[in-house]
């Protein structure tokens, strides 16, 4: 193909990502299993970066997760949405930056739902002002907090202490990267690098000096399945992906693996525990799992922030491996304490899955 | 007389969902529940585009319309830019309005949902809450998520969360007059009408089965559809 082909073809998957002023609405998910990364993102954008950051307190779920499982019904989310839009209006700000994969695949859904269909719009702002007496704005950029990450790639390049290196030998990490299907499976021209060829984890990656594995497996769901998950009974389904994914994976040896919707790494990261207490089988190093990361936990490591602050110690497959192998230095004998350094207890030892404490 | 067509029909999903497919059976290739379960997305919307209302009844009444995960990968990949996925959702939502999914064992699992990640929406504005995710119900979650939960205020004070704090944070409360207006838009807009069908329909559904039914997680009720699978979902 000719390179303006291809030039032309590529710019359909690129956005404009604001530069500043941004109206962060956290993840139901994030906050639960990684908290420290939404931190890591503020402190990177405020402290780092000095860019305008607000977030309202008022907001709320977007009911994602049950609009997904369906028990609320489609006016019920655009409603919700709706006065999350309220509330953007109302503090002033127009650039949308939601941490939730989910939350991001919803707004883009609905958002395009009413550019096709204004009458559902206009029945939903009736709806919105019959039962909070609130109106909104449009937000001008929606952008998912990856999508500001993979904007300021290079100036956190700039600023890092460490790179995706192995110290020793100088040769790249291997890296998997996991979109998170809500991303751009929907609407790939609202992702970086679409749906096929997402590049927004990638770009990240190959700033901060790792190396990207294609492997076949790249684009399946990591299972969350929503209901699939949620009821017991169904869980199987949730475990089979990831699992179809690592045994995927496994042959290109990964060092890591990076992720970007909230739930993929707790999902990415647990089951690596089930399959080992199931099968005695882990697919990292020496009887450890693949350590899984958010992007957020991968920019502060490589600002040089402390592995405690940012939360490695809540996931089940140990990331010391990838920390020793970049050279970033950690007090194991602090790895479960608390703010003060108080010592919290260890938790159990896996049957099988081999874990640093 | 059935009308289930023209209901889909009145669905936008449903309507940006389907636009005469041509059967070629890319949803289904790259379907990771038509891997899993006895799931075929290509013909779901042969049903539906077929508008024969009684096979799209026994569709509702089917375990078949559970299976999908939702994870839209069907979109991204259909020639004609139909999404299964959302066929999915329009049925799903038609099958609880007309109380249909009381029929099948994965369609009653409806409860179990309403329950959990439903309750925790009105209860803390969270879909998903730290206190929500209990070992014995998610034994998965394994050791560390143990000893987080068991660790929790400290544990969330060393990441910088709001644990239950006031003002802006990770897992803030939220305050009393968000959630009045969430409960507000759930009246408004449908959710609470079709979360009073669930209960009521479930209620019948467990006294015809023999099954205690309250309103707790430890009902015999609730505790059968969470945990019972009849092992006759799985493809060959």
Known sequence: ?357 | MKNYFKKLQEDVRFQEGLNACINCGTCTAICPAAEFYRYDPRQIADVVQSRNDDEIETLLKSDTIWYCGECMSCKTRCPRGNAPGLIIIALRSLSQDTGLFIHSEKGRQQLAVKRTVGENILKTGYCVYPGSLIPSLHPEQGPVWEWELENIDHVMHKLGANYNGEGAGALRKIPEESLKELKAIFDETGATDRWELIEKISAEKANDMGLTFDETMNCSYFKYIYKHNSRNHFAE
Request: glycine residues 8%.
């Open chain 1, 1 to 357: 193909m000719k390179e303006e082909g291809k030039k032309r073809i590529w710019s359909e998957y690129q956005k404009e990502v604001p530069d500043d002023h941004y109206y962060y609405v956290r993840s139901c998910i994030r906050q639960t299993f990684f908290p420290g990364s939404e931190q890591a993102f503020l402190r990177i954008l405020r402290e780092e970066l000095n860019r305008d950051v607000y977030e309202n307190p008022y907001h709320t779920t977007c009911t994602g997760i049950a609009y997904h499982a369906d028990i609320v019904p489609f006016d019920t989310t655009m409603t919700v949405v709706a006065r999350q839009f309220a509330l953007m209006t109302e503090s002033g700000y127009r650039n949308y930056v939601p941490s939730c994969i989910t939350s991001f695949g919803i707004y883009t859904e609905i958002l395009e739902t009413w550019k096709h269909f204004p009458e559902v719009e206009a029945r939903i702002r009736e709806k919105l002002w019959k039962a909070t007496k609130r109106e909104f704005k449009i937000p001008e950029n929606l952008s998912h907090s990856s999508d500001v990450i993979y904007h300021f790639r290079n100036e956190i390049a700039e600023k890092a202490k460490y790179r995706l290196v192995n110290c020793k030998t100088g040769e790249p990490l291997k890296v998997v990267d996991h979109i998170g299907c809500h991303y751009a499976k929907m609407f790939p021209e609202k992702g970086i690098g679409g749906a096929e060829f997402p590049q927004v984890l990638s770009g990240m990656i190959e700033a901060w000096g790792g190396e990207v594995i294609d492997y076949p497996e790249r684009r399946h769901c990591c299972g969350f399945g929503f209901r699939q998950y949620i009821v017991q009974a169904n869980r199987g389904y949730s475990l089979s992906c990831s699992r179809k994914k690592f045994e995927s994976m496994e042959p290109y040896e990964p060092d890591l693996i990076i992720t970007n919707c909230p739930g993929c790494p707790m999902f990415l990261d647990r089951w690596q525990y089930v399959i080992s207490e199931m099968e005695g089988k882990t697919y990292g190093k020496n009887g450890f799992g693949i350590p899984v990361f958010t992007y957020e936990e991968i920019a502060g490591l490589v600002l040089g922030y402390d592995p405690w602050e940012l939360g490695l110690q809540v996931h089940q497959v140990s990331c010391e491996p990838v920390l020793d192998k970049i050279g970033i230095p950690y007090k194991l004998t602090e790895k479960f304490t608390g703010k003060n350094k108080e010592f919290l207890g260890v938790p159990k030892m896996p049957q099988y899955l081999k874990f640093c404490c």
